[in-house]
């Protein structure tokens, strides 16, 4: 039965509605600024990480630019210059991306470019002043943190400040960056004269690569140096590791970790560098 103004309930219905009825457009208006709201982050975040995609690939172009007319070591004058325009302007894009988007992998890439470009030029100290920030980028990824502390804790050490580089090396890593870790640590050792402790962290390292069945010719040559001849490695092994080695891309020069070059969280959206650089 349908209500009219004089039914029994149609005052209970008004009241009602007026009661509640604020409510119910509330809680519309709140469903739908949510909807809209959320809609809007998606499309806003899948901007950002576009326009952090084409600066890094401008940024990888040009770097790759760079490195190639810096092997010739003829040039001439204006050749010269040209090199150190583009060098300028390679960091000074790096800046402007770090500026930007420096919570995002494309900011740490750009970095460990710049910071690989600094120590070519023997910039020790702007190398780590870059890889410093790199470090503070939360990428939620342990294996490529590692990377970077290896890399600070190498630069610290290259300028002059064995402290600093041991404590930095110092740190927990994920095992597979172990053995590169018990020879940067041996490297620091040695800087602070400590022969004993440098023999122990390149043993260390070398077992651990023995259980990989890994080897590193420069690593033997530091223990032969100091009067320590590693246990050899099989032939067959090596000759497997360095078949397995010629199949798959060098990711992170010197640091051979499969955790890197596997990592499921490297950056690959479109248009992104399959490559890490350091």
Not at 174 to 200: M, R, T, V, W, Y
């Amino acid at each position: 039965m349908a209500l009219t103004p004089n039914s029994p309930n149609a005052d209970n219905s008004t009241q009602a509605l007026k009661q509640y009825g604020s409510y119910i457009i509330t809680a519309i208006l709140l469903a739908l600024a949510g909807y809209f709201g959320w809609t809007y982050w998606q499309d806003n975040h899948a901007r950002v990480d576009t326009v952090a995609a084409d600066q890094y690939a401008d940024i990888q172009r040009l770097n790759e630019e760079v490195s190639l007319a810096a092997q010739n070591p003829d040039l001439e004058a204006e050749a010269q210059t040209a090199l150190a325009d583009g060098r300028a302007k390679l960091n000074k894009d790096i800046d402007a991306l770090v500026s930007t988007h420096g919570g995002s992998v494309y900011a740490w890439q750009a970095l460990m470019i710049k910071a690989r470009g600094q120590v070519d030029s023997d910039d020790f100290k702007g190398a780590t002043d870059s890889l410093k920030k790199a470090l503070a980028i939360d990428l939620g990824d342990a294996g490529l943190s590692a990377v970077t502390r290896l890399r600070y804790a190498e630069t610290l050490l290259a300028s002059g400040d064995a402290d600093a580089a041991l404590a930095q090396a110092n740190n927990d890593m994920p095992s597979s960056f172990e053995a590169s870790q018990q020879e940067l640590l041996g490297d620091i050792h040695l800087a602070k004269n400590n022969k004993d402790a440098a023999i122990k962290s390149y043993s260390n390292a070398w077992e651990l690569l023995r259980g990989r069945n890994e080897t590193r010719a420069v690593l033997g040559l530091k223990m032969e140096s100091l009067g320590i001849v590693p246990e050899a490695i099989s032939e067959q092994a090596s000759l497997v590791q360095a078949s397995t080695a010629s199949e798959q891309p060098l990711i992170i020069e010197n640091i051979e970790e499969g955790e890197v070059a596997n990592n499921p969280s490297a950056p690959n959206a479109p248009g992104t560098p399959t490559q890490v650089a350091q």
